[in-house]
């Protein structure tokens, strides 16, 4: 069984920067995919960002291209999401998960495919409170 701890979360201002981390320990068992998740009160929970673990190739919302980056240091089974240029918007609990997608599908994968929905999400965290002040 493999848990995710989240840590990192807290009070930023508007255009500031923060970095969340994850641990995860315990029998990682067929995981090849991490992601970062967020859910803001009253709003249901969507993709932030994955990484495939292999290789370290990545994806990201729409909303946060360009300002977020998810990193793993796999010597500290540690997953990161950088985020920089923060907005009002990005206020939420951000959650760690852990999943896979099996390597017969990589290659029959098409440009834009939604790993957020594609990956089968099998482990999560309990989440950390980002708050970002205007």
């Known amino acids: 069984q493999l848990q995710l701890a989240e840590s990192g979360g807290g009070t930023v201002q508007a255009g500031g920067s923060l970095r969340l981390s994850c641990v995860a320990s315990g029998s990682s068992g067929n995981v090849n995919y991490m992601g970062w998740f967020r859910q803001a009160t009253g709003k249901e929970r969507e993709g932030v960002a994955t990484?495939?673990?292999?290789?370290?190739?990545?994806y990201y919302a729409d909303s946060v291209k360009g300002r977020f980056t998810i990193s793993q240091d796999t010597a500290k089974n540690t997953v990161y999401l950088q985020m920089n240029i923060t907005e009002p918007e990005d206020t939420a609990v951000y959650y760690c998960?852990?999943?896979?997608?099996?390597?017969?599908?990589?290659?029959?994968?098409?440009?834009?495919?939604?790993?957020?929905?594609?990956?089968?999400?099998?482990?999560w965290g309990r989440g950390t409170q980002v708050t970002v002040s205007s």
């Open positions: 990484l495939y673990t292999t290789d370290g190739d990545t």
């Open positions: 998960a852990a999943g896979r997608l099996p390597e017969r599908f990589m290659d029959k994968l098409w440009p834009g495919y939604n790993f957020f929905t594609g990956v089968t999400w099998s482990y």
